[in-house]
T-cell receptor, first 115, second 109 residues
Framework: EAGVVQSPRYKIIEKKQPVAFWCNPISGHNTLYWYRQNLGQGPELLIRYENEEAVDDSQLPKDRFSAERLKGVDSTLKIQPAELGDSAVYLC?????????????FGPGTRLTVT | QKEVEQNSGPLSVPEGAIASLNCTYSDRVSQSFFWYRQYSGKSPELIMSIYSNGDKEDGRFTAQLNKASQYVSLLIRDSQPSDSATYLCAVNRDDKIIFGKGTRLHILP
């Protein structure tokens, strides 16, 4: 069974530029998560989707971050404009349940560096 | 009090010994508990989940949960150098999972 796929794996941009990350979850997993992980910290939830619906985006900085999950499968996370503090690893995860509290499986992540 | 607390380490354990990783959490109504392993530069990998008080064993790994003390632990028996990684404790709060900062484990050959 293929795991969660993310691209790109690495991205270096200058501040104020836009950037987008893509995620394809495990087949059959209806719930998709975007996390941000800073160095030395645990992952922090940005947004959770159940199928096409964003059911928890309370931690998403909506002034510059946006996300979508068209057709309830692939998802993209966008930052515009990027700031130096956005440098982090952006992780996508998926799960079969809908509570947000079940086992989650992570993709390889995208390491973003903003200069 | 932080929601999920772990000692950041590093915890150094000789090869072949038992590594004991501990985690405390603040929300008494939490029902789901997870341990993830994260190698340097890699993403978290689920090791175990536990939902009931007591022990749950899977190979060399044993998760222990004590809801009364709000404490969850992970024991790794016969530690191997390949077990050297950061171990993240995760606990549910409402409809999300909260991660601790992780404990760095170093297995000494």
């Amino acid at each position: 069974e293929a795991g969660v796929v993310q691209s790109p794996r690495y991205k270096i941009i200058e501040k104020k530029q836009p950037v987008a990350f893509w995620c394809n979850p495990i087949s059959g997993h209806n719930t998709l998560y975007w996390y941000r992980q800073n160095l030395g910290q645990g992952p922090e939830l940005l947004i959770r989707y159940e199928n096409e619906e964003a059911v928890d985006d309370s931690q998403l900085p909506k002034d510059r971050f946006s996300a979508e999950r068209l057709k309830g499968v692939d998802s993209t996370l966008k930052i515009q404009p990027a700031e130096l503090g956005d440098s982090a690893v952006y992780l996508c995860a998926s799960s079969t349940g809908t509570s947000g509290s079940e086992e989650q499986y992570f993709g390889p992540g995208t390491r973003l560096t903003v200069t | 009090q932080k929601e999920v607390e772990q000692n950041s380490g590093p915890l150094s354990v000789p090869e072949g010994a038992i590594a004991s990783l501990n985690c405390t959490y603040s929300d008494r109504v939490s029902q789901s508990f997870f341990w993830y392993r994260q190698y340097s530069g890699k993403s978290p990998e689920l090791i175990m989940s536990i939902y009931s008080n007591g022990d749950k064993e899977d190979g060399r790994f044993t998760a222990q949960l004590n809801k009364a003390s709000q404490y969850v632990s992970l024991l790794i028996r016969d530690s191997q150098p390949s077990d050297s990684a950061t171990y993240l404790c995760a606990v549910n709060r409402d409809d999300k999972i909260i991660f601790g900062k992780g404990t760095r484990l170093h297995i000494l050959p």
